[in-house]
């Protein structure tokens, strides 16, 4: 009785488990799991090229000064807008304001020593004038017996000496005007050196580096500033040499900046010289409309849309691999999910085109992930356009 009493549970036990296995053997084999499917159609995709970049200025301009001196004061800091001509900074100006005080007295001086000089001249002028009258005159009455030669010999020595005094006088005069023209070039050049004490933005633009503050000492060549012209910020991209050559000038492009935001622009520049350790080139991509906050050296990505290829289209999701490595995607054959191989062309991330193993109307999976035979019950279909 016992031993039929055991049989009797281990039976029930088997039957049990065999119950459970059935229905796990079709629930993981037979029974359809719902899916996303795409019918496969004919479309465009668009074709493009990406590489990251950082913005910079086609005109970027470090602010210096001309002189050596000592900053005094700064008008403007980092992120302000300036227009051409403003006054930005100034030096240090005791001691060109003491050249010019000494270089305006100078002029007056040689200024007084000229009309001196000239009036002296005017004088010599007049007595050889005189000179020549009386040697006119005592020439003719010598000539007639009425004077001694001594007389004669007086007259002629009282010409020479009128005109050796009127060469003088001329000479003077000469070095006088020298004198004048270089005092007045000394006061111009302090006047110049006064005037670089102050210091102007040279453009309009944006100040975006403030290198040196008030009590520094500067020099020419030293920046004080860095500014640049927004008008001609760019997006500095490194393209791969193996694609470059589908980028062409004006192509419209996509500007992603790290700080968040995305914006239109064009290819503007392509250089001639590839990086021979990176193997890339700069492309340069202008904004289609200057973004209102930007950071020269800010990191970003560029998308440069290159053309489109027309063609059968799936979604780029549905593309999976199998254990062996090919690509293809899972189509639905008869209720069941069958791996297709197949080969692809151009994508956007989005859409991808198939060049073999698909024809226009096949029906693939694009999620859950399933397995090859696996029953299937498509639950939401779109295309692949």
């Not at 009127?166 to 000479?171: G, N, S």
């Not at 920046?223 to 927004?230: A, G, T, W, Y």
């Not at 254990?323 to 297709?340: L, S």
């Not at 991330?349 to 193993?357: H, Y």
Request: with cysteine; hydrophobic share 45%.
């Amino acid at each position: 009785m016992k031993n039929t009493k055991a049989l009797i549970k281990r039976w029930g036990l088997f039957v049990f488990l065999t119950a459970i296995i059935v229905f796990a053997a079709y629930v993981i084999f037979l029974k359809p799991i719902d899916v996303k499917a795409a019918r496969v159609t004919i479309g465009t995709v668009t074709r493009f090229v990406r590489g990251p970049g950082l913005v910079e200025a086609r005109i970027p301009v470090e602010v210096s000064t001309k002189i050596t001196g000592v900053i005094t004061s700064l008008m403007v800091d980092q992120g302000n807008k300036v227009k051409k001509g403003q006054l930005i900074a100034t030096l240090d100006d005791a001691d060109s304001l003491a050249k010019v005080s000494s270089g305006k007295k100078a002029v007056a001086v040689a200024q007084c020593d000229l009309e001196t000089a000239r009036a002296d001249l005017e004088k010599a002028r007049a007595d050889l004038t005189l000179a020549r009258n009386n040697y006119q005159r005592d020439h003719e009455v010598f000539m007639a017996g009425y004077i001694s030669p001594a007389a004669m010999d007086a007259t002629e020595a009282a010409l020479q000496a009128a005109q050796s005094s009127t060469k003088a006088a001329e000479t003077v005069v000469s070095s006088r005007i020298f004198a004048e023209k270089k005092a007045r070039d000394d006061l111009r050049y302090a006047e110049a050196m006064l005037s670089y004490t102050k210091i102007y933005a040279p453009m309009d633009g944006i100040i975006i580096q403030r290198d040196k503050e008030v009590g520094a000492t500067v020099s020419p060549g030293v920046s004080i500033f860095s500014m640049v012209d927004p008008n001609t910020v760019w997006v500095m991209a490194r393209i791969d040499e193996t694609v470059v050559g589908k980028v062409h000038i004006n192509q419209p492009a996509l500007i992603r900046l790290r700080s968040g935001g995305e914006f239109k622009g064009y290819v503007a520049r392509i250089e001639r010289q590839s990086n021979a350790v990176t193997r890339e080139l700069e492309v340069d991509v202008a904004f289609d409309n200057i973004p209102k906050r930007f950071a020269i050296d800010q990191e970003g990505d560029v998308t440069i849309l290159t053309g489109t290829a027309k063609g059968l289209v799936i979604p780029a999701a549905a593309l999976v691999g199998n254990k062996n490595g090919e690509q293809g995607v899972m189509m639905v054959k008869n209720g069941r999910a069958r791996f297709q191989p197949v080969e692809t062309g151009a994508t956007d991330g989005v859409k991808t085109i198939v060049t073999t193993g698909l024809k226009e109307d096949d029906i693939v999976v694009i999620g859950p992930a399933v397995t090859d035979g696996r029953p299937v019950r498509i639950k939401n279909q779109g295309s692949g356009a």
